[in-house]
């Protein structure tokens, strides 16, 4: 059993959504609950964490790291500094990290920052979320806006980069569009096996 937060109240098992900014992890969370998160065209919408209290589960949705538009390097580097600090505390609570990445982006910002010599920033994020949970779940997302016959190229490379990062576990990597509603239905049925196993009930997830 886990220690009584300051309210007394038990607290719940945690599932964050992290991710580079506008990947749409809103969008993933609302897609799955249904309820009305923010989600915005520009980068930058969700600016605290919120936390939704969903049945057994409490859902996290982060705010978004990287680049973020009008915002100075130093608020950018804050807020990346937050989610980590935040990601930290809550360690022993999260039973699932769920890293979204742009599948239509990733290949070309890999190869940005590797050329300048810098680890890219989602690769660096799967490692931190592989050491501060047992679970980490990656969204491959977007994938409405990659021609399909790249789509296995990319997926492969993105498959690639993240064992490379953390090669103490296969990255689990779910194809999906949060826009379009693929792929969600597989992503939920993998956190539900997840619950199940740690002896907690199913949500009830507001797919169709
Ligand atoms: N084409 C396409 N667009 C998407 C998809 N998922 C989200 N979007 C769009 O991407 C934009 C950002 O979505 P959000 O859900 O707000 O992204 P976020 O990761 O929560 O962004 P921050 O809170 O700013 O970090 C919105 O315009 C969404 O409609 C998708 O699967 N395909
Ligand atoms: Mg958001």
Do not use: C
């Not at 989610?83 to 699932?96: F, G, H, M, N, S």
């Not at 491959?140 to 190229?153: C, E, F, G, H, P």
């Not at 826009?179 to 956190?191: F, H, T």
């Amino acid at each position: 059993m886990k220690e009584p937060d300051r309210t007394g109240n038990q607290r719940k098992p945690m599932i964050v959504f992290a991710g580079r900014s506008n990947v749409g992890k809103s969008s993933t969370i609302r897609a799955l609950t249904g309820k009305k998160v923010r989600i915005g065209k520009k980068p930058g919408s969700t600016r605290w964490e919120l936390m939704i209290d969903y049945g057994p589960i409490t859902i996290v949705d982060i705010p978004g790291f990287g680049y973020i538009a009008g915002q100075s390097k130093t608020l950018i580097e804050e807020t990346k500094k937050n989610v980590i600090q935040k990601l930290e505390e809550w360690k022993d609570d999260i039973i699932l990290a769920v890293l979204i990445i742009d599948i239509s982006l990733f290949r070309e910002l890999y190869e940005r920052w590797s050329s300048r010599g810098e680890i890219p920033i989602d690769v660096e994020f799967y490692s931190f979320l592989s050491e501060i949970s047992q679970n980490v779940i990656v969204v491959a997302n977007k994938s409405d806006k990659v021609k399909k016959r790249t789509l296995q190229i990319e997926l492969d490379f993105l498959v690639t980069k993240l064992k490379e990062a953390s090669s103490t576990k296969d990255p689990i990597v779910v194809l999906a569009s949060a826009k379009k509603k693929q792929g969600l239905s597989y992503l939920a049925s993998m956190i539900d096996d997840l619950l199940v196993d740690h002896g907690l009930d199913r949500p009830q997830w507001a797919l169709t």
